[in-house]
């Protein structure tokens, strides 16, 4: 299996056990080993009193693409520490892409940076987020090569 294979199976695995990131509106656009790319389309519901996107909105857009990144080897994996800066406002109809992309891999721990950005580029915000390898397989690979 190739690590782009490994990748690609894991997201779909997550991806169809994930209620939260589906439930926000968000699709997976993108994965590969160290990096996924995820987006939304900020709807009315995501707007807070000021009649922004929500932060709590854009930090989860952020967290999912994280999380697609740091379980693209097929290792169960979860956030230790995030941070998030935002930079500037999304409004609704905005659609927003989060890239996340691995910045260093030690033994079981791991650094992302996640950058939102709406449809012109702006940049949103940017996340930092550190993982833990938490042990065991997202999917099986015997039984996907049929070894089992």
Known sequence: MTPKDRAEQ???TMWGRDQASKWAGMELAHVEEGAATL???VQDHHC??????HGGVTFMLADSAFAFACNSRNQSTVAQHNMISF????RAGDHLTA???EQNLTGRSGI???TVTNQDGQKIAEFRGFSRAVGGAVFDET???GMA
Do not use: F
Request: net charge negative; charged share 20%; aromatic share 4%.
């Open 143 to 145: 039984e996907d090569r």
């Open 39 to 41: 987006t939304l389309i």
């Open 10 to 12: 894991a997201a779909a």
């Open 87 to 90: 930079i500037a406002p999304a």
């Open 99 to 101: 890239r996340a992309t």
């Open 48 to 53: 807070n009193g000021h009649g922004i996107c």
């Open 112 to 114: 992302y940076d996640v």
